[in-house]
């Protein structure tokens, strides 16, 4: 995937005719995520998720003008997909809600392996596409958190906050990863941000 065949992010194509049915949408996304997940970018293609989704190619092409279209639109449903943080309660129990649904969704999960895809390909532009759909979402979430908790004073007022973020994630794809071990399963959540913000609430000096 090169930088020239990367669809513009928009909305799915619409072609003229009869409306959409809207349900076939989310099935083709689903099934597309599904194809991604166990094939990898390289092997993906439009023919499989056709064929999961029970929909014939012409329709995949009435709303997704090409292989591009459909993967761009695939990745952005994993990130509409990710975590949110509640609006109300103290910085540790917002950590604490965002950072458990990102340990969960870890290398087992669709989303995980997609990730691991991305990772071991080497084509740049497909690398910039996962993070800017995938990735700067979940990113921005947390920078978000970290600026309230400093301006609540619940964090040190001279932190990077771009630093921050990935001391908050690290810990969670480690977990998630081996999360088959006694040593990592026994570790929860609210252990690692109790930690972590214990260094970030230190005083200076």
Known sequence: MSAATVAPHGPPFKGKGRPRDERLDVEIGAAAVAVLAEQGFDRFSVEEVALRAGVAKTTIYRRFPSRSALIEAALGQLGDEGPSAPLAGTLRDRLITVLSVIRQNTPGSPRGRILMHAMASADP??????????????????????????????????LDV????????????????????????????????????????????
Do not use: F, K
């Not at 996962?130 to 979430?141: C, I, K, Q, T």
């Not at 006694?182 to 230190?202: F, K, Y």
């Open 162 to 205: 771009d630093a921050v973020v990935p001391i908050l994630v690290g810990p969670m794809l480690y977990l998630g990863m081996w999360r088959m071990r006694e040593s990592a399963r026994r570790v929860s959540v609210d252990d690692v941000v109790d930690l972590i913000m214990a260094g970030l609430t230190r005083a200076n000096g």
């Open 125 to 158: 532009d497909l690398a910039l596409l996962v993070h800017e759909r995938v990735l700067a979402p979940r990113a921005g979430l947390l920078r978000s958190l970290v600026a309230d908790g400093i301006a609540s004073g619940e964090l040190r007022n001279d």
